[in-house]
């Protein structure tokens, strides 16, 4: 039962809850020892109202992706209905690097367990702090949403690093 709230049964991935507590943690050694950090905000897009398979089959393809291209280092979870992946000791260029092998590798399509071909694909958001006494978390996650919802506004596999579409005050 423990290890539930751990870990998401469905995805593998930490649940949302569990992911709030890990940034926590992040962002408190980013502050005492600074070091950089980065989130990564993903969204899915599909071209068309999915079905409820559809939906599944996607999140399972994003869990499985995410779980093989992230380092061992790197924390993805499950977060307000998207896809956070917290980075410890990453700057904004380490951060979108992993952005961009991620779109570039995402498949565009997918089959259901039912034989339904599917079209999908990610948008990011990406936001990063080079650490000490003024980051936090609160402020990290805004970024980083206003970034994906930036990427979301532009489209199908668009990448939006915060810091260079929106003036930073950091």
């Known amino acids: 039962m423990e290890q539930q709230k751990r870990i998401d049964a469905s995805s593998g991935l930490f649940p949302q809850a569990m992911l709030e507590t890990l940034l926590a943690h992040e962002v ?32 399972i393809l994003i869990a499985n992706h995410l779980q093989a291209a992230m380092r061992e280092a790197d924390l993805p979870g499950l977060f307000e209905g998207n896809y956070l992946v ?42 990063s702090h080079k650490g000490g006494p003024d980051i936090s978390a609160a402020q990290l996650l805004s970024n980083a949403s206003s970034a994906l919802w930036e990427a979301q506004k532009r489209g199908p596999k668009s990448l939006v690093v915060y810091g260079e579409t929106f003036k930073k005050t950091v």
């Open 28 to 59: 408190a050694r980013s502050r005492r020892y600074p070091s950089p950090i980065s989130l990564l905000y993903f969204a899915l897009r599909f071209p068309r109202d999915p079905s409820q398979e559809i939906v599944e089959s996607a999140q």
């Open 86 to 127: 917290i980075m410890p000791a990453t700057e904004s260029d380490g951060a979108r690097m992993a952005a961009q092998r991620m779109l570039e590798n995402f498949p565009r399509s997918q089959i259901t367990r039912t034989a339904e071909l599917f079209n999908l694909s990610l948008c990011i958001g990406v936001e």
